[in-house]
Structure formats: structure tokens, C-alpha cells
């Protein structure tokens, strides 16, 4: 069955504390890993596609990497307005996009 | 260029009883999405329109949630009658030319609490 997981269901860094978000997935023939953000109350809101495994997208103090099995959002000095909960999905065969349940991280100041 | 426009924000009722939330899209996007968010998941799609027409909806519970896209632009999604496990962030998503890329543009939801 395809799915993705995401891990850790939350995650609290102080800021500028450097971490990173996983997304697990298992899926036959992937046509693309995105990642959204999303802030409380509102909807998700759109951060990277990857398609092949070794490419890397850059978005101020984020950074989304691929392989074969699993993608990593790393995250750089980060700092309290980066505070939400972040999705990874997969494209499924109908176009639409499934998403995983998401890791909430908190950045203290 | 405005958003994704959603409506009511929230709705409260008790069960048994009747909902509709209304879309509006991004104008010129022809694609749409309706979402089901439960408290701690991630979203779940219920149905896609390409233009007016419904090219996806497998998990649109069709006993008692329908939905339309009249004229390709504004949609209605119904449940009727609303169940207890039906209390949901209910999130529209459009997209235009560029939705292979999986770039969707949400609105802010409309968030339902059956009684």
C-alpha cells in the first residue's frame, strides 16, 4: 500500500537550533514528494516538489532533500515565525495528493 | 490576487441536520479540491473537478456528502444529513496550469462541529 510517514509527530527546537523533519514513503512509481506548511487555523500552504532522489530545493532556512526511500526537510537556525506544522505528500495515480499526518514543531525564542 | 475564498469559517450544528460550504477559487485555475482535515492528520481528498466536470471522488462518501461545480468556477460541497463523525476541517483547493507540479493553493477551510 502506498503511503508516506512523517516523523516526529512534533518536534520543539529553541531557535537556531538546527534540525530536520523525515518523510518515510512507500510508493510504486512516485511522481513527485511535496512538502506544505501550515499554520494554525489556516490551510496548508505550498514549499517544494521533489521528483528523483538527490535533488535539493532551498527556501530561505529551509532545505528539502530526496532519496529512494525518504525525504528530509532540514531546517537552519530557525527561528520562532517557522513555528507549524509541516506535510509531506505524494502525487497519486488519479493527480491528486495524498499527505501524511504531519511533524508540529515549536521554536522557542 | 485574492486566494482561495471559503465560506462560513465555522458552522455548528446538531446531528441529523443539513451543511454547505462554498468555494471560491483562484480565478482562472481550473482545477478543484475538496479536503477533509481531521484533528492530528493530514488532509484527505473527497473530490477533484477538472472545469465542472468530477474526475475523482472514490472517498466522497456519496450516501450522504455531494457536491457541484457550476460552471466551472464556484463549488458547493453538502452533507446531509451530518453525522458526529463528520466534525472536520473541510479545506478547497485550486490549481491552474500549473498543478502537476503539486503546487495546490488552499483556502483557510471551514471548520464543522456536529453536536
Known amino acids: 500500500e502506498d503511503q508516506v510517514t512523517q516523523s516526529p509527530e512534533a518536534l520543539r527546537l529553541q531557535e537556531g537550533e538546527s534540525s530536520s523533519l523525515n518523510c518515510s514513503y512507500t510508493?510504486?512509481?512516485?511522481?513527485?514528494l511535496f512538502w506544505y506548511r501550515q499554520d494554525p487555523g489556516k490551510g496548508p500552504e505550498f514549499l517544494f516538489t521533489l521528483y528523483s532522489a538527490g535533488e535539493e530545493k532551498e527556501k530561505e532556512r529551509l532545505k528539502a532533500t530526496l532519496t529512494k526511500k525518504e525525504s528530509f526537510l532540514h531546517i537552519t537556525a530557525p527561528k520562532p515565525e517557522d513555528s507549524a506544522t509541516y506535510l509531506c505528500a505524494y502525487g497519486g495515480s488519479q493527480g491528486n495528493l495524498i499527505f501524511g499526518k504531519g511533524t508540529k514543531l515549536s521554536v522557542k525564542p | 490576487e485574492a486566494g482561495v475564498v471559503q465560506s462560513p469559517r465555522y458552522k455548528i450544528i446538531e446531528k441529523k441536520q443539513p451543511v454547505a460550504f462554498w468555494c471560491n477559487p483562484i480565478?482562472?485555475?481550473?482545477?478543484l479540491y475538496w479536503y477533509r482535515q481531521n484533528l492530528g492528520q493530514g488532509p484527505e481528498l473527497l473530490i477533484r473537478?477538472?472545469?465542472?466536470?468530477?474526475?475523482?471522488d472514490s472517498q466522497l462518501p456519496k450516501d450522504r456528502f455531494s457536491a457541484e461545480r457550476l460552471k466551472g468556477v464556484d463549488s458547493t460541497l453538502k452533507i446531509q444529513p451530518a453525522e458526529l463523525g463528520d466534525s472536520a476541517v473541510y479545506l478547497c483547493a485550486s490549481s491552474g496550469y500549473q498543478h502537476n507540479t503539486g503546487e495546490l493553493f488552499f483556502g483557510e477551510g471551514s471548520r464543522l462541529t456536529v453536536l
Open positions: 510508493v510504486s512509481g512516485l511522481r513527485g
Open positions: 473537478y477538472e472545469n465542472e466536470e468530477a474526475v475523482d
Open positions: 480565478s482562472g485555475h481550473n482545477t
